[in-house]
């Protein structure tokens, strides 16, 4: 078990670019969320899943961002039409659930919007 | 994360000092605190944690405080060493549903040698 793994580490784009990150969860976690984290800030929550099927997603998650976990193994999210804005690092964190709790988070992944 | 108040925003302790970090909240369904210890570079990984059943916690050098009335809890880090020097959030969060982490907005740490 190697924990939560996140590609790529850094991207830099240009606004209006679509971007595209990967995460794959512990293996038999069936939880996966995605926060976005600014500079200072914690992280704040943006998606779920439970196995393959988003949950909830925040108000933060406007229409250009769009996230997959097809068949309950890793999850993608997509940013399209970047704007300088969406600059922040990515976290995904996956849990077990009914189980342990704790949500294990990966590196993330830093994303600049130029 | 207006729900979630944690202070101070840096701090600075001598070795084998103690550090405090302290934490409010307003969402009385919040059932579950953890704190959670971020490097630079890394993503955050769950320090200590606990249930509103009980008022403390201890585990090694780290004691968390919790008062339900108060809706407040704290971090405390005995015999703090420099490789505690991070960024140290609270997280609480209910324990049901999506579990969903409400992050502080952060405290670095800076233990000095």
């Known amino acids: 078990d190697t924990g939560v793994s996140q590609d790529p580490r850094h991207k830099i784009t240009k606004r209006g670019q679509n971007v595209t990150f990967r995460c794959d969860p512990i293996?038999?976690?069936?939880?996966l969320y995605w926060y976005r984290q600014t500079l200072g800030q914690g992280p704040e929550f943006l998606t779920y899943?439970?196995?393959?099927?988003?949950?909830?997603k925040s108000r933060l998650l406007s229409d250009r961002f769009s996230a997959e976990r097809p068949k309950g193994s890793f999850s993608t999210l997509e940013i399209q039409r970047t704007e300088q804005g969406d600059s922040a690092m990515y976290l995904c964190?996956?849990?077990?659930?009914?189980?342990?709790?704790?949500?294990?988070f990966g590196p993330g992944t830093r994303l600049l919007v130029l | 994360q207006q729900q979630v108040k944690q202070s101070p925003q840096s701090l600075i302790v001598q070795k084998g000092g103690i550090s405090i970090i302290n934490c409010a909240y307003e969402?009385?369904?919040?059932?579950?605190f953890p704190w959670y210890q971020q490097f630079p570079g890394k993503g955050p990984a769950l320090l200590i944690a606990?249930?509103?059943?009980?008022s403390e916690k201890k585990e090694g050098r780290f004691t968390i405080s919790f008062n339900k009335s108060a809706k407040q809890f704290s971090l405390h880090i005995m015999d703090s060493q420099p490789g505690d020097s991070a960024t140290y959030f609270c997280?609480?969060?209910?324990?049901?549903?999506?579990?969903?982490?409400?992050f502080g907005s952060g405290t670095r740490l800076q233990v000095q040698p």
């Open positions: 606990i249930r509103p059943d009980v």
């Open positions: 969402n009385t369904a919040f059932d579950y």
């Open positions: 899943f439970q196995n393959e099927a988003q949950l909830e």
């Open positions: 964190a996956s849990s077990l659930t009914p189980g342990e709790e704790t949500q294990y």
């Open positions: 997280a609480p969060t209910r324990d049901t549903g999506r579990r969903a982490l409400t």
């Open positions: 293996s038999e976690h069936n939880r």
